[in-house]
């Protein structure tokens, strides 16, 4: 079936201006994970959705980030006044919720501010 | 808080002998652990995990990784390197109650010597 799909692939966006990132995760998961990936670094947690609710949002950086799911499905990933500091891959995964399930990554958005 | 350190970001080897990547970690409770594998322009795949249970876990693609609670240490391993094995690895560790929500390590890039 049909895995995580990210869109779009790469965004180039200048200082200041606003982007959404958007997810759909595999049809069914209603565990939805936002992460963002540094150049040269591992993953970093971002926010968490169980359904429609952000369970978890621990992990934005700051104010100017914001995450919606509001049918328990599709997820957009929103960033205010972008900062070059923001360029990294934002990775979704999503997985069935239980408790060992593993988690399903797309390919990841490249986001660059320039 | 949780934590990841995987030593050596380049590991490099010669096609048919031993991979043996390291990653110890620390966490204040019984971690879950994983592996995951990155191709160029993919996104992660899991290759094996650790919940509770026999410490020796096997994955696929041969790869397999002893959880060593002594040595807070879950190495990667595989007896015999493919070419197609070239990739970036991830260690990461959650928590029990959220096995989505995972700190990585910074990755060791694998490559294989023909």
């Known amino acids: 079936g049909a895995g995580v799909s990210q869109t779009p692939s790469n965004k180039v966006t200048e200082k200041g201006k606003y982007v959404e990132l958007r997810c759909d995760p595999i049809?069914?998961?209603?565990?939805l994970y936002w992460y963002r990936q540094s150049l040269g670094q591992g993953p970093e947690f971002l926010i968490y959705?169980?359904?429609?609710?952000?369970?978890?949002d621990s992990g934005l950086p700051n104010d100017r980030f914001f995450a919606v799911r509001p049918e328990g499905s599709v997820s957009t990933l929103k960033i205010q006044r972008t900062e070059r500091g923001d360029s990294a891959v934002y990775l979704c995964?999503?997985?069935?919720?239980?408790?060992?399930?593993?988690?399903?990554f797309g390919n990841g958005t490249r986001l660059t501010v320039t | 808080a949780q934590s990841v350190t995987q030593l050596g970001s380049h590991v490099s080897v010669s096609e048919g002998a031993l991979v043996l990547l390291r990653c110890n970690y620390s966490?204040?409770?019984?971690?879950?652990l994983f592996w995951y594998v990155q191709y160029p322009n993919q996104g992660l795949q899991l290759l094996l995990k650790?919940?509770?249970?026999?410490?020796l876990v096997k994955g696929i693609n041969g790869f397999e990784a002893e959880f060593k609670k002594s040595e807070t240490s879950f190495h990667l391993t595989k007896p015999s390197a493919h070419m197609s094995d070239a990739a970036e690895y991830f260690c990461?560790?959650?928590?029990?109650?959220?096995?989505?929500?995972?700190?990585f390590g910074d990755g060791t890039t694998l490559t294989v010597k023909p």
């Open positions: 995964a999503s997985s069935s919720g239980q408790q060992n399930s593993p988690l399903h």
């Open positions: 049809s069914g998961h209603t565990a």
């Open positions: 959705f169980q359904g429609t609710g952000a369970a978890d």
């Open positions: 966490s204040s409770v019984p971690p879950y």
């Open positions: 650790y919940t509770t249970g026999a410490t």
């Open positions: 990461a560790v959650s928590e029990n109650t959220n096995a989505g929500k995972s700190t």
